[in-house]
Protein backbone atom coordinates (compact mmCIF):
# COMPACT_ATOMS: atom_id res chain seq x y z
CA UNK A 1 0.00 0.00 0.00
CA UNK A 2 0.58 3.35 -0.42
CA UNK A 3 1.06 4.77 3.52
CA UNK A 4 1.64 3.34 6.25
CA UNK A 5 -0.12 -0.09 7.86
CA UNK A 6 -0.59 -0.78 11.16
CA UNK A 7 -2.29 -4.19 12.51
CA UNK A 8 -4.47 -4.99 14.47
CA UNK A 9 -6.57 -1.69 14.68
CA UNK A 10 -8.26 -2.98 18.07
CA UNK A 11 -7.45 -5.28 20.28
CA UNK A 12 -8.48 -5.84 23.77
CA UNK A 13 -6.68 -8.30 25.87
CA UNK A 14 -6.52 -9.48 29.17
CA UNK A 15 -3.85 -8.16 32.13
CA UNK A 16 -0.51 -10.08 31.97
CA UNK A 17 -1.23 -11.59 28.54
CA UNK A 18 1.76 -10.69 25.80
CA UNK A 19 0.67 -8.33 22.33
CA UNK A 20 2.18 -8.01 19.21
CA UNK A 21 1.57 -4.78 17.09
CA UNK A 22 2.55 -5.12 13.70
CA UNK A 23 3.85 -1.62 11.48
CA UNK A 24 4.12 -1.91 7.73
CA UNK A 25 6.09 1.13 6.86
CA UNK A 26 6.36 3.03 3.60
CA UNK A 27 8.08 1.23 1.00
CA UNK A 28 11.75 2.15 0.84
CA UNK A 29 11.29 4.22 3.81
CA UNK A 30 14.27 3.38 6.28
CA UNK A 31 13.59 5.08 9.55
CA UNK A 32 10.68 3.77 11.57
CA UNK A 33 9.17 5.12 14.92
CA UNK A 34 7.08 3.88 17.39
CA UNK A 35 5.11 6.41 20.13
CA UNK A 36 2.38 5.81 21.90
CA UNK A 37 -1.19 8.20 23.11
CA UNK A 38 -2.63 7.92 26.24
CA UNK A 39 -5.87 9.29 26.99
CA UNK A 40 -5.63 12.95 26.90
CA UNK A 41 -2.06 12.72 26.39
CA UNK A 42 0.95 13.66 23.32
CA UNK A 43 2.71 11.90 21.79
CA UNK A 44 5.23 9.85 23.82
CA UNK A 45 8.22 8.36 22.07
CA UNK A 46 8.74 4.63 22.22
CA UNK A 47 11.67 3.52 19.68
CA UNK A 48 13.42 4.70 16.68
CA UNK A 49 14.68 2.41 14.06
CA UNK A 50 16.99 4.06 11.23
CA UNK A 51 18.69 1.48 8.46
CA UNK A 52 21.12 -0.76 9.73
CA UNK A 53 22.16 1.43 12.87
CA UNK A 54 21.02 0.39 16.61
CA UNK A 55 17.12 0.97 17.45
CA UNK A 56 17.49 3.87 19.73
CA UNK A 57 15.37 2.59 22.98
CA UNK A 58 15.66 5.60 25.25
CA UNK A 59 11.45 5.95 25.25
CA UNK A 60 10.35 2.59 26.04
CA UNK A 61 8.58 2.35 29.68
CA UNK A 62 9.99 -0.49 30.68
CA UNK A 63 11.81 -4.04 29.99
CA UNK A 64 8.18 -5.81 29.40
CA UNK A 65 8.25 -3.70 25.78
CA UNK A 66 10.23 -4.66 22.97
CA UNK A 67 10.34 -3.98 19.12
CA UNK A 68 12.67 -5.49 16.42
CA UNK A 69 12.05 -4.39 12.72
CA UNK A 70 12.84 -7.45 10.29
CA UNK A 71 14.70 -6.97 6.75
CA UNK A 72 14.87 -3.08 7.35
CA UNK A 73 11.20 -3.08 6.96
CA UNK A 74 8.19 -4.29 8.84
CA UNK A 75 7.79 -4.26 12.71
CA UNK A 76 6.91 -5.65 15.46
CA UNK A 77 5.91 -3.73 19.05
CA UNK A 78 5.93 -6.62 21.80
CA UNK A 79 4.03 -5.51 25.25
CA UNK A 80 4.73 -8.76 27.87
CA UNK A 81 2.83 -9.12 31.10
CA UNK A 82 0.60 -6.54 29.95
CA UNK A 83 -0.71 -3.94 32.78
CA UNK A 84 -3.99 -1.65 32.60
CA UNK A 85 -1.68 1.24 32.16
CA UNK A 86 -0.51 0.15 28.75
CA UNK A 87 -3.64 1.28 27.54
CA UNK A 88 -3.33 3.51 24.71
CA UNK A 89 -3.28 4.31 21.03
CA UNK A 90 -0.20 2.99 19.76
CA UNK A 91 1.25 4.41 16.77
CA UNK A 92 3.52 3.53 13.72
CA UNK A 93 5.56 6.15 11.80
CA UNK A 94 8.16 6.19 8.77
CA UNK A 95 9.95 8.76 6.91
CA UNK A 96 12.52 8.39 3.78
CA UNK A 97 15.66 10.53 3.68
CA UNK A 98 16.54 13.61 1.07
CA UNK A 99 19.24 15.99 -0.13
CA UNK A 100 22.99 15.39 0.05
CA UNK A 101 23.20 14.95 4.02
CA UNK A 102 20.45 12.25 3.63
CA UNK A 103 18.29 13.97 6.42
CA UNK A 104 15.08 12.07 7.59
CA UNK A 105 12.15 13.93 5.61
CA UNK A 106 8.66 14.52 7.65
CA UNK A 107 7.61 11.03 9.29
CA UNK A 108 4.12 9.78 7.85
CA UNK A 109 1.91 7.77 10.14
CA UNK A 110 -0.28 4.99 10.46
CA UNK A 111 -3.83 5.12 11.59
CA UNK A 112 -2.10 3.42 15.49
CA UNK A 113 -3.65 -0.13 17.09
CA UNK A 114 -5.61 1.26 19.82
CA UNK A 115 -5.02 -1.28 22.84
CA UNK A 116 -7.50 -1.96 25.76
CA UNK A 117 -5.60 -3.90 28.55
CA UNK A 118 -8.60 -5.28 31.04
CA UNK B 1 12.69 17.81 30.41
CA UNK B 2 10.65 18.69 27.72
CA UNK B 3 12.49 20.12 24.34
CA UNK B 4 8.72 21.27 22.76
CA UNK B 5 6.71 22.49 24.42
CA UNK B 6 3.15 23.88 23.74
CA UNK B 7 1.77 25.17 26.31
CA UNK B 8 -2.02 25.73 25.15
CA UNK B 9 -3.63 23.00 25.86
CA UNK B 10 -7.18 23.97 23.67
CA UNK B 11 -7.72 27.20 21.43
CA UNK B 12 -11.35 28.37 20.33
CA UNK B 13 -11.72 30.26 17.43
CA UNK B 14 -14.16 31.26 15.05
CA UNK B 15 -15.07 30.24 11.91
CA UNK B 16 -13.49 32.69 9.36
CA UNK B 17 -11.02 33.89 11.59
CA UNK B 18 -7.37 33.03 12.23
CA UNK B 19 -6.39 30.78 14.53
CA UNK B 20 -2.79 30.76 15.79
CA UNK B 21 -1.13 27.95 17.44
CA UNK B 22 1.92 28.31 19.23
CA UNK B 23 5.07 26.13 19.73
CA UNK B 24 8.58 27.09 21.90
CA UNK B 25 11.41 24.68 22.01
CA UNK B 26 14.11 24.70 23.96
CA UNK B 27 17.11 23.14 21.88
CA UNK B 28 18.73 25.62 19.52
CA UNK B 29 20.27 22.79 17.63
CA UNK B 30 16.76 21.98 16.37
CA UNK B 31 17.20 22.16 12.33
CA UNK B 32 13.54 21.74 10.94
CA UNK B 33 9.97 22.03 12.64
CA UNK B 34 6.85 20.46 11.82
CA UNK B 35 3.39 20.25 12.61
CA UNK B 36 0.51 17.34 12.58
CA UNK B 37 -2.56 17.35 12.73
CA UNK B 38 -4.59 14.69 14.09
CA UNK B 39 -8.36 13.78 14.26
CA UNK B 40 -9.89 11.10 16.86
CA UNK B 41 -9.47 8.01 16.22
CA UNK B 42 -6.84 8.35 13.35
CA UNK B 43 -2.81 8.86 13.09
CA UNK B 44 -1.25 12.30 13.01
CA UNK B 45 -1.22 14.14 9.13
CA UNK B 46 1.79 16.13 8.58
CA UNK B 47 0.61 19.34 7.84
CA UNK B 48 3.53 21.99 7.02
CA UNK B 49 7.12 22.20 7.68
CA UNK B 50 9.63 24.95 8.26
CA UNK B 51 13.40 24.45 7.87
CA UNK B 52 15.28 26.35 10.53
CA UNK B 53 17.37 28.78 8.23
CA UNK B 54 13.70 30.27 7.15
CA UNK B 55 11.55 32.48 9.22
CA UNK B 56 8.75 31.76 7.22
CA UNK B 57 6.50 29.02 5.05
CA UNK B 58 3.23 29.66 3.50
CA UNK B 59 1.00 26.67 1.95
CA UNK B 60 -2.71 28.18 1.68
CA UNK B 61 -4.45 28.87 4.33
CA UNK B 62 -1.37 27.48 6.87
CA UNK B 63 1.92 29.65 7.48
CA UNK B 64 4.28 28.85 9.89
CA UNK B 65 6.87 30.95 11.09
CA UNK B 66 9.77 30.87 12.80
CA UNK B 67 11.81 33.00 15.23
CA UNK B 68 14.94 31.77 16.19
CA UNK B 69 15.96 34.22 18.71
CA UNK B 70 12.85 33.73 20.35
CA UNK B 71 12.90 29.48 19.88
CA UNK B 72 9.71 30.25 18.86
CA UNK B 73 7.57 28.86 16.12
CA UNK B 74 3.54 29.54 15.03
CA UNK B 75 1.30 27.77 12.72
CA UNK B 76 -1.56 30.14 11.82
CA UNK B 77 -4.63 29.37 9.92
CA UNK B 78 -6.71 31.86 7.86
CA UNK B 79 -9.70 31.22 7.67
CA UNK B 80 -10.52 29.03 10.10
CA UNK B 81 -13.02 26.10 8.93
CA UNK B 82 -14.97 23.80 11.28
CA UNK B 83 -13.04 21.36 9.28
CA UNK B 84 -10.06 22.10 10.66
CA UNK B 85 -11.03 21.19 14.53
CA UNK B 86 -8.28 18.92 15.69
CA UNK B 87 -5.25 18.45 17.67
CA UNK B 88 -2.29 20.11 16.56
CA UNK B 89 0.84 18.72 17.19
CA UNK B 90 4.34 20.54 16.83
CA UNK B 91 7.56 18.71 16.13
CA UNK B 92 11.11 19.11 15.92
CA UNK B 93 14.42 17.38 14.09
CA UNK B 94 17.71 17.08 15.50
CA UNK B 95 20.26 15.24 13.41
CA UNK B 96 22.34 13.71 16.08
CA UNK B 97 20.02 13.73 18.73
CA UNK B 98 18.35 11.03 20.41
CA UNK B 99 14.31 9.90 20.50
CA UNK B 100 14.65 9.17 16.95
CA UNK B 101 15.47 13.16 16.06
CA UNK B 102 11.81 13.68 16.11
CA UNK B 103 10.29 15.12 19.11
CA UNK B 104 6.41 16.37 19.35
CA UNK B 105 5.37 18.83 21.90
CA UNK B 106 1.88 17.70 23.96
CA UNK B 107 -0.74 19.18 21.50
CA UNK B 108 -3.12 22.13 21.16
CA UNK B 109 -6.77 20.92 20.63
CA UNK B 110 -8.32 23.27 18.57
CA UNK B 111 -12.19 24.13 17.79
CA UNK B 112 -13.62 26.41 15.18
CA UNK B 113 -16.47 27.07 15.79
CA UNK B 114 -19.72 27.74 12.82
Known amino acids: GAGVSQSPSNKVTEKGKDVELRCDPISGHTALYWYRQSLGQGLEFLIY????????KSGLPSDRFSAERTGGSVSTLTIQRTQQEDSAVYLC????????????????FGQGTRLTVV | DQQVKQNSPSLSVQEGRISILNCDYT??????FLWYKKYPAEGPTFLIS?????DKNEDGRFTVFLNKSAKHLSLHIVPSQPGDSAVYFCAAIFYGGSQGNLIFGKGTKLSVKP
Open chain 2, 27 to 32: NSMFDY
Open chain 2, 50 to 54: ISSIK
Open chain 1, 49 to 56: FQGNSAPD
Open chain 1, 93 to 108: ASSGRTGSYGMNTEAF
